[in-house]
């Protein structure tokens, strides 16, 4: 059998057989609760939700405040990383007392959030911004402190201002670190989005779809909640390694050259 | 799931100048460390003193400081601590077992990761609190949901780091001991896990950070005592004190936590060296 195909097929061997499973106990009547949902519930949920239309509020609810969180959290710690990475003063001054606030688990801010800024999206934003700008400082940070000195003394014999050096030497170095930092907000600001919704609870969004089914015990939202959860962060996922491989594309053809 | 280089805090800081003498760098640098916090801390004390912030929107520093004393003398603190800690404990070890058994199978074994791993990854997608309302649902919530939660959290960057580990070791490192007649056994033991054990021991650590931040999460959610019961009780009560010395008490404990286990890699990893 071809490799490929062989490796694909054993992959599928579990889901099919939970799935089977899951099938087979509604099938023959294994258990009688109601908790239990036949699979095809799930899709004919998921066909009525979106129908009416509160399947899509809700996704564009919840994307629409990840974007807005993690746009804002990634400019400010991309500016912050850079500004660490620069100056080893600003470091020495900022850099401990950063990592100290790192340590407070993200959803503890939630409560002294909602204090400060209610219990709308202002208070949801900044939250997702808080849990995007941490990865993004740090590996901003890191990415530009070891940025190889060889690289920064070939600048300077050039003469290279201080902007040129920044834009033709530090930054590109830094990119991949950086990158891996984005990628991490993505991650880290899904994650907050759905913790925000549960802990915020106001206004629309996947969160309140979950917490909403499992209030009025409809298992087929749920499940059809925790299947959406995951799509969307998978996509994110895909997205976020696409636009990497783009934009660093120049790094294989440039070393390539010599 | 690159979760490896998230926070390794500062390892590149260290980077030494030329010019200074080590110590004399690290005394200036211990130094620089205090005046913004402290300078913060003034801050919102004037600012509470001089009554620019309601005391209901922020509690003075010193508040937090004496409300911090209070609940520590009468042990509610403590107790709410304990109750957390052992969460964590028992949650961290089911998940960082399973885990390492499950890496240390995948990563060995390519036929098991054909078979396993497609699964793993979309179980791993799901964020643990998109599990939180269907496991809410099917053992309710209990102490069982709060382990099987934590749990989840520790399991997916171990089994992920371990796994990695496993199949990144050089193939020059194996070739080398393919020449040396290694049996099975002398590879795995003296080469493989050696070789992986940084990688794995990273994503032990983030097990660690993991299962903490998930502790908090379900216990905001779904507890009447522990570390984020108290943020939630003080948070209902409008008593932001109480909220604010919970949230240090959970800062300081994950940053302790996270030493901890930098303090025995520091150890493993000496003893590995002078294995060799």
Known sequence: MNPTVRTVLRGAALPALLLGTWWAAFRFGWTDTKLFVPPSEVWHTAVRLAENGYLWTSLQASLGRFLAGFVIGSIAGTVVGTALGLSRRFEQLIGPSLHTVKQVSLLAWIPLISVWFGLGDPAKIAFLSLAAFFPVTLNTFEGIRSVPRDLTEVARVFAFSRAQLLRHVVLPAALPSIFTGIYLGLLYAWLATLGAEYLLTSGKGIGNLLTDGREHFWMDQVLLGVVIVGLVGFAINLVATRLEARTLAWRGRSTAQF | ?276
Do not use: C
């Not at chain 2, 640098?29 to 309601?54: S, Y």
């Not at chain 2, 040396?180 to 080469?191: C, G």
């Open chain 2, 1 to 276: 799931m690159t979760s490896t280089t998230a926070s390794l805090p500062l390892a590149t800081a260290a980077v030494t100048s030329a010019r200074a003498s080590p110590w004399r760098r690290r005394g200036v640098g211990l130094l620089l460390a205090w005046p913004f916090p402290l300078a913060v801390l003034l801050l919102w004390q004037l600012g509470a003193q001089f009554e620019w912030i309601p005391p209901q929107i922020l509690p003075a520093p010193l508040v937090v400081a004496q409300t911090f004393s209070d609940l520590w003398a009468t042990g509610e603190l403590q107790d709410h601590l304990l109750i957390s800690l052992a969460r964590v404990l028992y949650g961290f070890s089911l998940g960082t077992g399973l885990g390492l058994l499950l890496g240390v199978s995948m990563g060995l074994s390519p036929v098991v990761k054909d078979y396993l791993y497609p699964t793993f990854r979309v179980f791993a997608q799901v964020p643990s609190l998109g599990w939180l309302p269907l496991l809410m649902m099917l053992v309710g919530i209990d102490e069982a949901l709060k382990i099987i939660l934590i749990a989840k959290a520790a399991f997916v960057p171990v089994t992920m780091n371990t796994y990695n580990g496993l199949r990144n070791v050089p193939t020059s490192l194996i070739e080398v001991s393919k020449v040396f007649r290694f049996t099975r056994w002398q590879l795995l033991r003296h080469v493989v896990f050696p070789a992986a054990f940084p990688t794995l021991w990273t994503g032990i650590r983030y097990g660690l950070t993991h299962a903490w931040l998930a502790l908090v999460a379900v216990e905001l959610l779904a507890s009447s005592e522990g570390l984020g019961f108290l943020i939630v009780y003080g948070r209902q009560l409008f008593q932001l004190d109480v909220v604010l010395t919970a949230v240090v008490v959970v800062g300081a404990v994950g940053f302790a936590l996270d030493k901890v286990l930098a303090l025995v890699e520091g150890r493993l990893l000496r003893w590995r060296r002078e294995a060799f």
